[in-house]
Protein backbone atom coordinates (compact mmCIF):
# COMPACT_ATOMS: atom_id res chain seq x y z
CA UNK A 1 0.00 0.00 0.00
CA UNK A 2 1.07 3.39 -0.80
CA UNK A 3 1.21 5.99 2.23
CA UNK A 4 -0.19 9.60 1.28
CA UNK A 5 2.00 12.62 2.77
CA UNK A 6 0.97 15.74 3.67
CA UNK A 7 0.92 18.45 0.70
CA UNK A 8 0.00 15.10 -1.74
CA UNK A 9 -2.16 16.57 -4.57
CA UNK A 10 -3.71 14.53 -6.87
CA UNK A 11 -4.56 11.79 -4.82
CA UNK A 12 -7.64 9.71 -6.05
CA UNK A 13 -9.73 8.81 -2.72
CA UNK A 14 -12.34 5.89 -3.18
CA UNK A 15 -15.16 5.41 -0.84
CA UNK A 16 -17.45 2.35 -0.76
CA UNK A 17 -20.93 3.52 -0.08
CA UNK A 18 -22.72 0.14 0.83
CA UNK A 19 -25.53 1.45 -1.67
CA UNK A 20 -26.15 1.24 -5.65
CA UNK A 21 -25.31 4.70 -6.43
CA UNK A 22 -28.16 4.44 -9.64
CA UNK A 23 -30.56 7.86 -9.83
CA UNK A 24 -28.17 9.63 -7.08
CA UNK A 25 -28.88 13.35 -7.43
CA UNK A 26 -25.80 14.50 -4.69
CA UNK A 27 -22.51 12.75 -3.50
CA UNK A 28 -19.56 13.72 -1.53
CA UNK A 29 -16.98 12.81 1.55
CA UNK A 30 -17.28 14.31 4.85
CA UNK A 31 -13.99 15.03 6.23
CA UNK A 32 -12.73 15.62 9.66
CA UNK A 33 -9.13 16.93 9.56
CA UNK A 34 -6.64 15.79 12.07
CA UNK A 35 -7.45 19.39 14.13
CA UNK A 36 -11.11 18.71 14.05
CA UNK A 37 -12.25 20.74 11.44
CA UNK A 38 -14.32 19.60 8.85
CA UNK A 39 -15.16 19.83 5.69
CA UNK A 40 -16.85 18.35 2.16
CA UNK A 41 -15.47 17.00 -0.72
CA UNK A 42 -18.10 17.11 -4.02
CA UNK A 43 -17.16 13.70 -5.05
CA UNK A 44 -17.96 11.56 -8.52
CA UNK A 45 -19.21 7.83 -9.07
CA UNK A 46 -16.90 5.45 -10.01
CA UNK A 47 -18.64 2.14 -10.03
CA UNK A 48 -21.94 0.86 -8.98
CA UNK A 49 -21.22 1.45 -5.43
CA UNK A 50 -18.14 3.71 -4.53
CA UNK A 51 -17.21 7.09 -5.24
CA UNK A 52 -14.09 9.32 -5.46
CA UNK A 53 -12.64 12.81 -5.06
CA UNK A 54 -9.27 13.82 -6.31
CA UNK A 55 -7.08 15.87 -3.77
CA UNK A 56 -6.50 19.81 -4.12
CA UNK A 57 -3.54 21.53 -2.72
CA UNK A 58 -5.37 22.35 0.38
CA UNK A 59 -7.06 19.28 1.20
CA UNK A 60 -4.11 17.29 2.98
CA UNK A 61 -2.47 20.10 4.79
CA UNK A 62 -1.73 18.59 7.77
CA UNK A 63 -0.57 15.08 8.85
CA UNK A 64 -2.22 12.99 11.28
CA UNK A 65 -5.56 10.87 11.26
CA UNK A 66 -8.54 11.96 8.41
CA UNK A 67 -12.01 10.56 9.38
CA UNK A 68 -13.68 10.28 6.46
CA UNK A 69 -17.25 8.90 5.50
CA UNK A 70 -19.46 8.92 2.02
CA UNK A 71 -22.37 10.56 1.49
CA UNK A 72 -24.74 10.29 -0.89
CA UNK A 73 -28.66 11.37 -1.74
CA UNK A 74 -31.65 10.59 -4.08
CA UNK A 75 -33.58 13.55 -3.63
CA UNK A 76 -35.00 15.14 -0.96
CA UNK A 77 -36.47 12.05 0.92
CA UNK A 78 -33.31 9.57 0.53
CA UNK A 79 -30.15 10.97 2.49
CA UNK A 80 -27.49 8.43 3.58
CA UNK A 81 -23.98 8.71 4.94
CA UNK A 82 -21.55 5.77 5.08
CA UNK A 83 -19.12 4.09 7.67
CA UNK A 84 -15.85 6.19 8.98
CA UNK A 85 -12.93 5.17 7.40
CA UNK A 86 -9.48 6.74 8.64
CA UNK A 87 -6.82 7.75 6.22
CA UNK A 88 -3.72 8.30 8.12
CA UNK A 89 -1.75 11.48 6.11
CA UNK A 90 2.36 11.25 7.20
CA UNK A 91 4.38 14.06 7.36
CA UNK A 92 7.28 14.11 4.69
CA UNK A 93 11.00 14.63 4.80
CA UNK A 94 11.48 18.45 4.78
Not at 10 to 21: A, H, K, M, S
Not at 69 to 87: A, F, N
Amino acid sequence: MTKIYKGDVGVEIRLDTGQNLTGATAMKIKVQKPDGTEAEWAAQQYNSNTIYYVTASVDLAASGDYVLQSYVEWGEDSKHTGESVILKIYEPFE
